[in-house]
């Protein structure tokens, strides 16, 4: 049986929450369940929402159009909609269909269950941790989803293997987690400690909260109480703060496209971007780093995904020309490799470069990209000196 929303809460509310008003998060869901929408609570609203993401998008009881207008009401509370249903509502729809599968259902999810079969065959871990593992990268999509395609994220869409396998690690957002537990987790033992700390940060004045008094309002909750269930949480535990909203864009992906060059793998790292290219047809960087990882196997091929993401927009633009600069001078082309370089006005910060040792053959390094230009600048010099300023013609 699928259970698409797990709620926290009891028949017969307990007032150990709130030294004034009785809360429970399942009694109010249950008894606002047909309330119109601007008519009913913020811990209504978000385990409607939870409930519609986390139900298979063709057994929902509702249009996505639901779905929307609950997210428009719960904005214009001023509550974070899309960092709140981050940690909220992603491990729901993971649990969801982790459950689907488990079930064998047939004929449904066959794109999610294909994807889970074709990663345990190459799983290097162990059987037992597999199932865990899965669902942890699944939640990681849908949180990521949230913020690049809402579309998506309704539709349940399966990711490519190559951006799947190699997501991020998952990133806190206790604030967010902090808004959750206090409307939809009826006992503060079941709270995170973080949302503890931030619940008598609040009450203390310590910090402004990350919705409007008036919806905090909706529950009161007891500062003694709360300072008491966290300091029986912190003795174990380390909380974590303010950590960037995690999204697809290319730059969570670097690191791991590091990892997989440094050990010889370069056809995984091109599969990475090659997918996030797909995904992100916009994204200026993703066609940047494919080129860049296609460069030491095939300079030619590498010409192609380095101009299309010329093209458009992205992070680093000066890159993008030594990339450029780099592949028409291993194509004997240094005279259109020196006007790529002489278009560099400023190149700020440190990026993954390919350092030519020998000749043709590249060696992966990590440096300041100003120092990296200048010694592409003066090796592409010295090469047009050599030859005289002759130049095997243009690739671009």
Known sequence: MLDGLV?????????????????????????????????????????????????????????????L?????????????????RVGAAPRVAASIASLLTAELPALLMDW???????????????????????AQVTEWFTRLLASDIKAFLNWSVPQKAVFVNLPPPQADPEAQWIWDRFTVTHLELWATESLILEWDTARG????LCPDRVLAARVVDAEVVATAALDKLASQTPHRNQPAPDLSTKHFVQQALIHLRRGNQAAAEEMFTALAYMNPADGDALNNLGFCIIPVSPVRALGPLARGAQLPMGNPALSLANRALVNHLLGDNQLAAQFLDQIAVAHGNAAV????????????????????????THVVNSLEVSGGASSGSHE
């Open 69 to 85: 207008a609950i997210w428009a009401e719960l904005a214009r509370r001023g509550v974070p909609v899309e960092r709140v249903l």
């Open 7 to 67: 709620m926290t809460g009891v028949v017969r509310p307990l007032e150990v929450a709130s030294g004034l008003t009785p809360f429970d998060a399942t009694e109010i869901f249950m008894r606002e369940l047909r309330e119109p929408i601007p008519n009913a609570s913020t811990t209504t609203l978000l385990l409607r929402a939870s409930k519609h993401v986390s139900t298979p998008p063709d057994m929902r009881m509702s249009d996505d159009d639901v779905f």
């Open 354 to 377: 390919w350092l030519e040792r020998e000749c043709g053959v590249l060696e992966l390094a990590v440096m300041a990209l100003d120092s990296y230009v200048d010694q592409l600048r």
């Open 206 to 209: 310590r910090r402004a909260g």
């Open 113 to 135: 269950r294909g994807l889970r079969d074709g990663c345990q065959a190459a799983w290097r871990g162990s059987t037992a941790d597999y199932p865990q593992w899965f669902e």
